[in-house]
């Protein structure tokens, strides 16, 4: 199980789809831990995000 992935730079880095996927749990359930915990996991380095466009559905 790999859930650390190198990017070009060399900088280590997950996604929140990456961990809900090992973790066999919703995406959502990650992003309220991680933000419950924001200030321990910054210890490890900086968190990230990006904004997505929802889907649009039809």
């Known amino acids: ?15 929140y789809d990456i961990i809900a996927e090992h973790a066999e ?5 990650v992003k309220k831990l991680i933000d419950k915990r924001k200030k ?3 210890a490890f380095g ?3 995000f990006e904004i997505h466009k929802p889907e ?3």
């Open 1 to 15: 199980m790999n859930i650390v992935y190198m990017d070009g730079n060399k900088e280590p880095y997950t996604t």
């Open 25 to 29: 749990i919703d995406t959502i359930s």
């Open 40 to 42: 321990d996991l910054e």
């Open 46 to 48: 900086v968190l990230s």
């Open 56 to 58: 649009k559905v039809h």
